[in-house]
């Protein structure tokens, strides 16, 4: 008989977020998931995303990566949730794994996401203002 479930599954790590070349992990939003049965880091079935931004002035830049392989995820969809603009703007990543914003003052978050993946959100207003 096969088991199935959580002592199954392979676990994967975690996403990660660095801001300027710094790890700020403490930022993401959705960083430790739970699923429902009482443990942080249930059933972990999807991939997970790092993120490294970099801030210039008004703009901000940043890589999307897989944490295990560490190679770009360039089909990712970013957005940006900003307090100046009404609406979030989306920006598709490279085949290289990049992707830019200008004019993003006052960001509040940011999101990741992929099919195969788990939705990073990462709340950098604390490091954007």
Do not use: W
Not at 48 to 74: M, N, W, Y
């Amino acid at each position: 008989m096969l088991s199935a479930g959580c002592a199954a599954s392979n676990r994967v790590s975690l996403p990660t977020f660095s801001y300027n070349q710094r790890f700020r992990n403490r930022l993401i939003v959705n960083r430790i998931p739970h699923y429902g049965d009482g443990n942080p880091d249930g059933c972990i079935v999807e991939s997970q995303f790092a993120l490294a931004l970099r801030a210039d002035g008004d703009s901000i830049a940043g890589i999307v990566t897989d944490t295990e392989t560490k190679k770009p995820v360039f089909y990712a969809i970013t957005t940006l949730f900003s307090a100046n603009t009404p609406a979030p703007r989306s920006a598709l990543v490279s085949p290289a794994g990049r992707f830019a914003f200008s004019r993003a003052q006052q960001v509040r978050r940011i999101t990741v996401a992929a099919i195969g993946y788990r939705t990073l959100t990462v709340d950098v207003q604390p490091i954007s203002n």
